[in-house]
């Protein structure tokens, strides 16, 4: 089945402690990115990434790092994270720049 | 200035009515366009995407572009109570990956 799997799907944790949030997609796509969505704000574009190695800043991208070592994999890293990065995060995946992109199921995170 | 708005609603239709959902965006260059619809708790999933001016049919969904009046609208026709949902517009500029999506528009239809 093709998919975007995201884990964990819910996390809580303190401010300051490093947390990353996988993501893995099984359709052999170019394009992955990282979204987060708030209340009033809709979803923002934090990172997207166009190939292996490739990546680049979205909208909000301060307090977040990315990286594409594999094609199949695009990890959300908060090194430091504090309580406005609380949010629902999502991982979506698309085969070309302009295509459709699959989302997966989300990860709710709080920042204590 | 927001790239992409739309009416937050929430928008109330009854069932067998038409919904019509509107999105309007900043960027002329911008050139591919999206619908999503979000279950609450759930993620986004692609309803009708359309890239040329006019008029997009699929199934009771109709897209409909004009690039001159940066706008685009998604009609329901024969609204059901599943289709209650948020709708969600996004646009893509064409550079790169780099998408930007509205608010969302919340649609009840009433049984």
């Known amino acids: 089945e093709a998919q975007v799997t995201q884990n964990p799907r819910y996390l809580i944790t303190v401010t300051g402690k490093k947390l990353t949030v996988t993501c893995s997609q099984n359709?052999?796509?170019?394009?992955m990115s990282w979204y987060r969505q708030d209340p009033g704000l809709g979803l923002r574009q934090i990172y997207y990434s166009m190939n292996v190695e490739v990546t680049d800043k979205g909208d909000v991208p301060e307090g977040y790092k990315v990286s594409r070592k594999e094609k199949r994999n695009f990890p959300l890293i908060l090194e430091s994270p504090s309580p406005n990065q609380t949010s629902l995060y999502f991982c979506?995946?698309?085969?070309?720049?302009?295509?459709?992109?699959?989302f997966g199921q989300g990860t709710r995170l709080t920042v204590v | 200035q927001k790239e992409v708005e739309q009416n937050s609603g929430p928008l109330s239709v009854p069932e067998g009515a038409i919904a019509s959902l509107n999105c309007t965006y900043s960027d002329r260059g911008s050139q591919s366009f999206f619908w999503y619809r979000q279950y609450s708790g759930k993620s986004p999933e692609l309803i009708m995407f359309?890239?040329?001016?006019g008029d997009k049919e699929d199934g009771r969904f109709t897209a409909q572009l004009n690039k001159a009046s940066q706008y685009v609208s998604l009609l329901i026709r024969d609204s059901q109570p599943s289709d209650s949902a948020t709708y969600l517009c996004?646009?893509?500029?064409?550079?790169?990956?780099?998408?930007?999506f509205g608010t969302g528009t919340s649609l009840t239809v009433i049984p």
């Open positions: 359309i890239y040329s001016n």
């Open positions: 979506a995946s698309s085969f070309t720049a302009a295509g459709e992109a699959f």
């Open positions: 359709m052999n796509h170019e394009y």
């Open positions: 996004a646009v893509n500029q064409d550079t790169g990956n780099q998408f930007y």
